[in-house]
């Protein structure tokens, strides 16, 4: 806030006045001109403001016409929660998720330049879980905007609940579901494409496939090969032209099994859409500060139409 000019130095005086803090006038209460007029009106009737900062998107979507809120903060939340559940659309069935309501939470995504994403060893809930930060980041770069997550292989639920919080629909399905809103899905049996085509209408953004290992499953690499090839056949059609899929591998295993998870990828792709040759759009290397855990993350972009004609 520059006072060396009149304008300023009367801003300044105002501010004073209404006991404002400069630095949170310049980071965040002067971008309120630029909402519309339906978070106005919720901030002129009592909204909580850092509920209403980070709602530029739904706000853009029409999502907040109709909507009242009143109470605390946490209430507030609630009740945004509820609304924008009825808002979304969302299939009723279990494994769906609706998008959560905005938390103001900085979302962390590593810099495309960086070689290895490093996390904090701590927050992961369970063994072989993916890290929030990773999870949270992987969404953001390939999902931009909202859309559809899709976790097929969802353990303990991270990948579909920070797709929620991130604002997109999510699916969760585990052949062992953890969580009561986990759908129980069997992929060697199931066709992921036409469960979300014919029944739900609806295709991913993004499919993560986190897989246990070939000792978890204590097959052999030539076994393991043809198990993870039905798998991804049963995955494919669930995701959208020019969506991606991320291929989650532990850094712990021996290179022969990276090596032969990603031809199992390439390979699953050029097949299912008739392609000359297939190579990844990205490898990713996800890492715990302390070493004691990692990932390899490949992704592989689902070609558009007639690109692999």
């Given at each position: 806030m520059k006072a060396d000019t009149p304008a300023g130095a009367e801003a300044v005086r105002v501010?004073?006045?209404?006991?404002?803090?400069?630095?949170?006038?310049?980071?965040?209460l002067?971008?309120?001109?630029?909402?519309?007029?339906?978070?106005?009106?919720?901030?002129?009737?009592?909204?909580?403001?850092?509920?209403?900062?980070?709602?530029?998107?739904e706000e853009a979507k029409g999502l907040l016409v109709g909507l009242d809120l009143s109470g605390t903060k946490v209430q507030q939340r609630r009740q945004l929660?509820?609304?924008?559940?009825?808002?979304?659309?969302?299939?009723?069935?279990?494994?769906?998720l609706s998008p959560a309501a905005t938390t103001g939470r900085k979302v962390r995504v590593y810099d495309p330049r960086q070689v290895v994403w490093v996390y904090p060893a701590e927050e992961v809930d369970f063994l072989e879980g993916l890290h929030p930060y990773v999870a949270r980041s992987l969404i953001a770069r390939y999902v931009p905007s909202a859309g559809v997550v899709a976790d097929p292989m969802a353990g303990d639920g991270v990948v579909p609940m920070m797709a929620t919080e991130?604002?997109?629909?999510?699916?969760?399905?585990?052949?062992?579901?953890?969580?009561?809103?986990?759908?129980?899905?069997?992929?060697?049996?199931?066709?992921?494409?036409?469960?979300?085509?014919?029944?739900?209408?609806?295709?991913?953004?993004?499919l993560v496939a986190h897989p246990p290992t070939p000792g978890g499953l204590e097959k052999t690499l030539d076994q393991y090969a043809e198990w993870l090839t039905e798998i991804l056949g049963h995955c494919w059609g669930a995701i959208k032209a020019g969506g991606h899929l991320a291929l989650i591998v532990p850094i712990q295993g021996e290179l022969a099994i990276l090596?032969?998870?990603?031809?199992?990828?390439?390979?699953?792709?050029?097949?299912?859409?008739?392609?000359?040759?297939?190579?990844?759009?990205?490898?990713?290397?996800?890492?715990?500060?302390?070493?004691?855990?990692?990932?390899?993350?490949?992704?592989?972009?689902?070609?558009?139409?007639?690109?692999?004609?």
């Open positions: 501010l004073d006045e209404l006991n404002i803090g400069h630095t949170q006038y310049a980071l965040h002067r971008y309120i001109a630029r909402w519309g007029s339906e978070r106005r009106r919720l901030l002129a009737n009592g909204a909580n403001f850092q509920l209403m900062e980070g709602l530029g998107r929660s509820a609304h924008l559940y009825e808002k979304a659309q969302v299939p009723a069935e279990k494994g769906w991130l604002g997109h629909v999510a699916w969760a399905s585990d052949i062992e579901p953890s969580k009561p809103y986990i759908a129980e899905l069997d992929l060697r049996t199931n066709d992921l494409g036409e469960l979300f085509g014919e029944r739900n209408q609806t295709v991913a953004d993004l090596a032969a998870m990603e031809h199992v990828l390439l390979e699953s792709a050029i097949e299912v859409f008739a392609l000359d040759d297939a190579k990844l759009r990205a490898v990713h290397i996800a890492a715990a500060r302390n070493g004691s855990e990692g990932w390899h993350i490949l992704v592989f972009q689902v070609p558009t139409f007639g690109e692999g004609e």
